[in-house]
């Protein structure tokens, strides 16, 4: 079954190859804070010191969104889907404790389970890193637990739950691409519709972390493309060219998206790889292609499902037979004397 008309069907491969074949789909995203996030370790916010520009070489730092930040929301946004309605081994997947192997986010986002199996993921996600500075971009704020009354005392004693912490300011941004490799039409799909729909990231312990993905394009080629930190830096200095950096000011979203894709554009023109792209208005159609899909459950239900039957596939032909074959001959060997 095909769902979508706006792509040519030889974009995808029919069903999920065993080997990399040199097929790549790049979402082109930009992701917005909308409240307070954290993304740490340790409990600092994780930052790097780089180049502020590509031209621009003076060193400054900016906070860094690390690949397991983005990706592991956006997977478990597709296993959530996946559950609400029950399609393939729902029940028997459990992330992080028992996969299934056969879902579409177990064959697509990868798995490893010690001695019983791996699968190396098919989406590729890099660090991702803020445009403005961190001095521009995180604000300390002093966290306490009152008592019930709403006070800091009770009884004549002070509690001493009091406590300081980092945050990501809102309205920073993150430039992020998303790499599907070897893709087949519901698979893309299936990834594209977990980064529309994933809204929290960053520290699920914290009631914040509001992050909305603004997508401006999908880039298919036959091999990798720029870096996340290379656009960011190209981002950086058409927005600082153009006088559109003022800090503590945050960034204008309407720039920040219109010199993203100016950016990427540019850097694309001096690939060496074969690539057709679909940015500015030829991204438009497949965009709302894309959304009539997920936000209408019949068609939604469709796609998961086929999606379910290719990944259920390529397991039963690729993973479950390895598996079998690998303990049978176990089996086989007979003791040593």
């Known amino acids: 079954m095909k769902f ?3 792509l040519d069907s030889k974009l995808f491969h029919d069903e999920i190859p065993a080997k990399p074949m040199g097929k790549y789909a790049h979402f082109i995203t930009v992701r917005v804070t909308e409240s307070y996030p954290l993304f740490q370790t340790d409990g600092e916010l994780n930052k790097a010191r780089v180049s502020a520009g590509i031209e621009d070489k003076t060193h400054i730092s ?10 592991t929301p956006e997977r478990l946004t597709g296993r959530e889907l996946l559950r609400n309605y029950k ?5 028997k997947c459990d992330y992080n404790v028992d996969f299934s192997k056969t879902t579409p986010d177990c064959i697509l986002y990868g798995f490893a389970i010690g001695d019983s199996g791996s699968e190396k993921s098919k989406v590729v996600v890099d660090t991702a890193y803020s445009i403005t500075p961190f001095d ?4 300390n704020f002093t966290l306490n637990a009152p008592f019930e009354s709403g006070t800091m005392s009770r009884q ?3 509690t001493s739950r009091i406590n300081s912490q980092d945050h990501i300011l809102p309205q920073v941004f993150f430039p992020s691409i998303v790499t599907l490799k070897d893709p087949t039409e519901t698979g893309f799909i299936y990834v594209f519709n977990n980064i529309l729909r994933t809204r929290h990231y960053g520290a699920q312990t914290t009631r914040t972390g509001r992050v909305r993905n603004e997508l401006i394009g999908v880039i298919f080629a036959d091999g990798e493309i720029v870096s996340n930190l290379r656009w960011t830096q190209k981002i950086y200095d058409l927005m600082s060219a153009a006088g559109k950096i003022n800090p503590p000011d945050p960034l204008n979203e309407n720039d920040v998206l219109t010199h993203a894709n100016r950016a990427i554009t540019e850097l694309m023109e001096g690939e060496c790889i074969s690539h057709r792209d679909f940015l ?7 965009l709302a292609e894309v959304k009539s899909i997920s936000s209408n459950e019949t068609k939604l239900q469709a796609m998961l499902t086929q999606a379910n039957t290719e990944s259920t596939a390529y397991a039963q032909k690729h993973i479950l037979k390895s598996s079998e074959k690998g303990k049978k001959g176990k089996k086989a060997v007979a003791p040593t004397e």
């Open 4 to 6: 979508l008309k706006t």
């Open 62 to 71: 900016r906070l860094a969104m690390f690949k397991r930040k983005q990706s």
């Open 87 to 91: 399609i393939g081994d729902w029940e």
């Open 136 to 139: 521009d971009s995180h604000l």
């Open 156 to 158: 004549g004693e002070v």
């Open 280 to 286: 500015g208005e030829s991204f438009d159609s497949l």
